[in-house]
């Protein structure tokens, strides 16, 4: 599955219209289309407001499932946690250093 068609399928999930998630991201609903049939692509910035109104890391908008491995998966999985609540990103870094220096 390409960009296209994941962002297609992730508004759909999200149970958004074209026209409510152009609205969020601030694009004319007309370039979305143009987006989500693999005519353009977005800019880096438009990219990462598609992420954030999807409310997912932009590497998972990127990349389908195939295309990672599990070490980049549980990296993505920490980048959510993290974004969700510092605290426990702050101690997830800590614990790393413990075993760092245990070993």
């Given at each position: 599955?390409?960009?296209s068609?994941?962002?297609?399928?992730f508004?759909?999930?999200?149970?958004?219209?074209?026209?409510?998630?152009?609205?969020?991201?601030?694009?004319?609903?007309?370039?979305?289309?143009?987006?989500?049939?693999?005519?353009?692509?977005?800019?880096?910035?438009v990219?990462?407001?598609?992420?954030?109104?999807?409310n997912?890391?932009?590497?998972?908008?990127?990349?389908?499932?195939?295309?990672?491995?599990?070490?980049?998966q549980?990296?993505?999985?920490?980048?959510?946690?993290c974004?969700?609540?510092?605290d426990?990103?702050?101690?997830?870094?800590?614990r790393?250093?413990?075993?760092?220096?245990?070993t």
């Open positions: 599955m390409d960009f068609q994941r962002l297609h399928s508004r759909k999930k999200q149970g958004f219209t074209q026209q409510q998630m152009a609205d969020m991201i601030g694009i004319h609903v007309s370039q979305l289309k143009r987006y989500e049939s693999g005519f353009s692509q977005p800019t880096i910035d990219f990462k407001r598609i992420a954030l109104a999807l997912m890391s932009s590497d998972a908008l990127l990349f389908g499932v195939s295309e990672r491995n599990l070490d980049e549980l990296k993505l999985l920490f980048e959510v946690v974004s969700r609540s510092l426990f990103c702050k101690w997830a870094m800590f790393q250093q413990i075993r760092k220096h245990d």
